[in-house]
């Protein structure tokens, strides 16, 4: 199994580009998750969702779209990338919600916006 | 909103020194779990604690939470350099649903 699959796995942005970040699962989770990593800040939740067709925000959702049209698949968008933006993106997956399942992590995806 | 913090931000240590890092939430917490993150890797879950005062070991790390449910702990004993990474913890505000507060990390160095 491969677990959770995130491509690409760096990426250089002009300001004002637009990206995808691809996530894909292969252990039949219901949750997935997006987060980004910034030094000193720990991880923090961008958009979840909780199944198949279902999104939400999480605590820092401004710039980013996601959509979960596939059980297996997050894909996060940033329509008009910012230097802001730079940062390490991991997508997590449970099996269920509720904060009380272990999350499984990919291998994340450094974005550098210049 | 609901806040994780944790300290030691960084800590540097001999091999066989031991280590604590301490996790506070500004909220009851429903559950905490921990995570270890090697340098340029991704976290991986270590444990959840979900009672009161809960203590689990794991060969040299204990994890305990705390009798209110606001603070958690782990412990390494005698650190090895197999130890450096960065630790988490990530709690759960009690009537929360979805969804983890991830702390600050405490960053681990080992040195022979």
């Known amino acids: 199994n491969a677990g959770v699959t995130q491509t690409p796995k760096f990426r250089v942005l002009k300001t004002g580009q637009s990206m995808t970040l691809l996530c894909a699962q292969d252990m039949n989770h219901e949750y997935m998750y997006w987060y980004r990593q910034d030094p000193g800040m720990g991880l923090r939740l961008i958009h979840y969702s909780v199944g198949e067709g279902t999104t939400a925000k999480g605590e820092v959702p401004d710039g980013y779209n996601v959509s979960r049209l596939k059980k297996q698949n997050f894909l996060l968008g940033l329509e008009s990338a910012a230097p802001s933006q730079t940062s390490v993106y991991f997508c997590?997956?449970?099996?269920w919600g509720g904060g009380n399942q272990p999350q499984h992590f990919g291998d994340g995806t450094r974005l550098s916006i210049l | 909103g609901q806040q994780v913090m944790q300290i030691p931000q960084y800590q540097h240590v001999q091999e066989g020194e031991d280590f604590t890092t301490y996790c506070n939430s500004s909220?009851?917490?429903?559950?905490i779990q921990w995570y270890k993150q090697r340098p340029g890797g991704h976290p991986v879950f270590l444990i959840q604690l979900v009672k009161s005062g809960e203590v689990k070991k794991q060969k040299r790390l204990t994890f305990q939470f705390g009798e209110a449910k606001k603070n958690s702990s782990l412990h390494i004993t005698a650190t090895q350099t197999t130890d450096v990474g960065t630790y988490f913890c990530a709690g759960r505000g009690a009537g929360t649903a979805s969804k983890l507060t991830f702390g600050t990390g405490t960053r681990l160095q080992v040195t022979l």
């Open positions: 997590a997956s449970s099996l």
């Open positions: 909220t009851t917490l429903s559950n």
